[in-house]
């Protein structure tokens, strides 16, 4: 591209970025992780905060008597929710189950309970973690085509995974219902990351009955989410608080768009993109007010997760937008809480444009990087392959070399080309 026309491009991108200002972000003085790591010394902090962070289960029985929804985390007292409603439930026919998992005890427990009234489940989104060994009760065990299962190594409650415990807990599993050649993947799979079995996977091995397009009667007219479920959702997210208190308008406008996918999909997946997408222009809105501290320190965040998720997701990055076929990364966010944390309570009372120079310092610098042979510009260039089965690994390592050569200019224009490339 000539010089001109790539200051015409620019130009014309600055323009359209300073035409359309958003208010600034307010600072916010809440720290949800305050507190987190006193207290009970054999407890993790990770452990309670992933207790802490979702939704308690909820359970809801219909006018009628047949349907059971549990959606939420499994966290303390949920097998005691779940055994008072059974109690009043005798017409009891179907549960619908979505939950990202909790505590394996309350699960089993809860298996125990719906074994015995031998109901059939579905699940019209996802079920992962603990949330498998509920699923695994059903007399029948349905799910939705774009259903999906994750599996992972369990932690006990120190926050870490135990391998003098493993064939006491299989054994505790297999027993619950699922089958051995699940357990074999769950047990290969480190907690950080999450192992999706594929449809056939699931069904071949009996663990679930049958791929059903519409749910069993009596649920196709509940949606993936009631708008209460949706409000507690962003209410239990630390990232969300935060971002809502500093950007209230932008959250204004995205929560209709949230509760939108809840109710107008089956499947959980819209809800999660609509979410994702909050957080993601919410920290687009900050970073130019952040301090040339909390640049670094985000840039430093981003290479120790997509270290972290190539090492566990065979060199995947769902970081730089390159997903695994078939595993997620559920790695600890604290850093990311803490950062934003940290970030908010120490705005600049001004933005730090990019704007044109900063544009032209950045791509200058990344055609340093490759004339010197430390980053394949070419290949970042020409971004994500798109076509079916396009191996996008090389462009995960792109990226962190690229990340990796910022690391050795000099402070000022590390800065400056650094904040470039996470507002780019």
Not at 194 to 215: E, F, I, K, N
Not at 239 to 255: D, G, M, S, V
Not at 299 to 312: F, I, P
Not at 396 to 412: G, H
Request: charged share 25%; glycine share 6%.
């Amino acid at each position: 591209m000539s010089l001109l026309l790539r200051l015409t491009r620019l130009s014309c991108l600055w323009l359209l970025s300073t035409a359309h200002a958003a208010p600034p972000p307010q600072t916010v003085h809440d720290n949800p992780l305050e507190g987190l790591e006193d207290g009970d010394t054999e407890t993790a902090p990770r452990f309670k905060r992933l207790q802490l962070r979702e939704r308690p289960l909820q359970v809801k029985l219909s006018v009628d008597g047949k349907v059971l929804r549990l959606s939420g985390s499994i966290s303390t007292g949920a097998a005691d929710k779940v055994a008072s409603i059974l109690a009043n439930a005798p017409q009891l026919r179907v549960v619908r189950l979505q939950s990202p998992g909790g505590l394996l005890g309350e699960a089993i427990r809860i298996n125990q309970l719906l074994k015995a009234r031998q109901v059939d489940i579905w699940v019209p989104s996802s079920c992962s973690s603990a949330c498998t060994i509920i699923f695994a009760a059903g007399k029948e065990r349905y799910m939705a085509p774009k259903a999906e299962f994750g599996f992972h190594h369990h932690l006990n409650s120190s926050g870490k995974t135990d391998a003098e415990d493993d064939q006491q807990v299989r054994e505790q599993l297999k027993a619950a219902g699922i089958p051995d050649v699940l357990l074999d993947g769950q047990f290969a799979t480190p907690f950080d990351a999450m192992w999706l079995p594929t449809v056939r996977q699931l069904t071949r091995s009996d663990y679930v009955t049958d791929v059903v397009s519409r749910p069993p009667a009596g649920l196709a007219s509940l949606p993936v989410l009631e708008p209460d479920e949706v409000n507690d959702l962003l209410e239990q997210d630390d990232e969300i608080r935060l971002l809502r208190k500093a950007l209230p308008q932008l959250y204004e406008t995205h929560l209709p768009l949230i509760q939108k996918a809840a109710a107008e999909n089956d499947t959980l997946v819209p809800v999660w993109r609509a979410i994702q997408e909050f957080i993601y222009q919410g920290t687009q809105r900050i970073l130019p007010y952040a301090s040339d501290e909390a640049i670094l320190a985000r840039a430093a965040r981003t290479k120790v997760v997509a270290r972290a998720q190539m090492s566990l997701l065979e060199g995947y990055c769902p970081i730089f937008g390159v997903p695994a076929p078939n595993k997620q990364y559920s790695g600890d966010d604290t850093e990311d809480v803490r950062w934003l944390v940290n970030t908010l309570q120490h705005l600049r009372p001004e933005p730090v444009l990019t704007g044109l120079r900063a544009q032209i310092l950045l791509e200058q610098t990344n055609e340093a990087a490759e004339a010197a042979g430390k980053v394949n510009l070419r290949l970042l260039k020409a971004g994500r392959r798109t076509e079916p089965g396009a191996d996008n690994r090389p462009y995960c390592q792109a990226v962190l070399d690229l990340y990796d050569w910022y690391d050795t200019l000099p402070l000022a224009q590390r800065v400056t080309v650094t904040r470039a490339l996470l507002l780019d």
